[in-house]
């Protein structure tokens, strides 16, 4: 699959999970550069919310909005994962005051490959947003055709909404 970035054209190491998949296997890092595998993520309504790089305007914006989005939902989970350092990932919350959601770092790729929302040519993961349902299946997928640009936020919270309910 391919998505634009800045205008051009750039590739994804393949199909990205569409609806109805199952979370593959694969390993993050959380806060504290503990290993954070499929299995541990799985068991609980998950908004999965995946940005390029934190340090960057639009990855803020997006990571900042979920972030203020998870008080409206009881018992989901609200997770970004990004390409970034656990003590990038680290200080850009502490700077920027998000706390609400969990940031799980993709620095080794793991996350990137299994789900084929990583873009070898930059060396992170394309900008998309999933939800998982507690067995691990994909009941929402949204990957943003032009990565410089916000998701579809509404749309996203809407679904998440309905499968909450």
């Excluded at 799985?42 to 998870?70: E, M, W, Y």
């Excluded at 939902?73 to 919350?93: A, I, K, M, P, Y």
């Excluded at 299946?137 to 909450?164: M, N």
Aim: charged letters at 20%; one cysteine or more.
């Amino acid at each position: 699959m391919n998505v634009l970035l800045s205008g051009e054209v750039t590739e994804l190491v393949g199909e990205p999970l569409k609806i109805g998949d199952t979370l593959p296997h694969f390993k993050l890092e959380d806060e504290n550069g503990d290993k954070v595998k499929t299995a541990d993520l799985v068991g609980k309504l998950t908004l999965i919310s995946v940005v390029p790089d934190l340090n960057t305007g639009t990855c803020s914006l997006q990571t900042r909005h979920f972030n203020q989005a998870v008080g409206q939902f009881q018992d989901v989970q609200f997770l970004t994962v990004s390409t970034n350092s656990v003590s990038d990932q680290r200080d850009w919350c502490a700077a920027e005051g998000v706390h609400n959601l969990r940031m799980l770092s993709d620095e080794q790729e793991s996350f990137g490959y299994a789900t084929k929302l990583y873009i070898p040519s930059q060396g992170f993961d394309t900008r998309s947003v999933y939800i998982i349902d507690a067995q691990g299946v994909v009941r929402y997928a949204q990957i943003v055709p032009e990565v410089s640009e916000e998701p579809d936020y509404d749309d996203a919270l809407k679904a998440l909404q309905t499968l909450s309910a």
